[in-house]
């Protein structure tokens, strides 16, 4: 019987494509649902033989350690380097789109209160 081994809803494409290399390199039968066409389905990794369910968590457990140590790795290095982007940077890089978006946003945010603001005259 079918097992369900790992929900994709909000997966990175390449954890995804890494799960999928996993478990095919490890000899572990499974078959992939998509979202549907609207997305409201559950995109999902399902085992045909309910049997290789444990070993296949296990893989999937610790692959999901040494990714999220990989990751953190990365996103230390990237700060001490100082390539990770922050709002500062952002505003320091480009002033002028900076400051053009935050015009835009006044204008949209007047323009939802007004009605309002004239409401009891």
Not at 2 to 15: A, C, T
Not at 22 to 43: C, F, Q, R, V
Request: proline residues 4%; charged residues 30%.
């Amino acid at each position: 019987m079918s097992v369900q081994l790992f929900r994709l809803k909000n997966v990175p494409d390449d954890e995804a494509e890494e799960i999928r290399g996993l478990l095919t390199k490890n000899h572990i039968d499974y078959y992939e649902t998509p979202a549907g066409n609207w997305g409201i389905s559950m995109p999902a990794i399902w085992l045909n033989d309910d049997e290789q369910l444990g070993k296949a968590k296990r893989l999937i457990d610790e692959y999901q350690k040494e990714r999220q140590e990989r990751i953190r790795n990365e996103c230390e290095q990237g700060k001490r380097e100082g390539k990770n982007r922050n709002l500062i940077g952002e505003l320091l890089e480009n002033p002028i789109q900076f400051v053009v978006y935050i015009a835009i946003a006044v204008v949209v945010l007047y323009f939802s209160i007004k009605p309002f603001l004239n409401f009891g005259q």
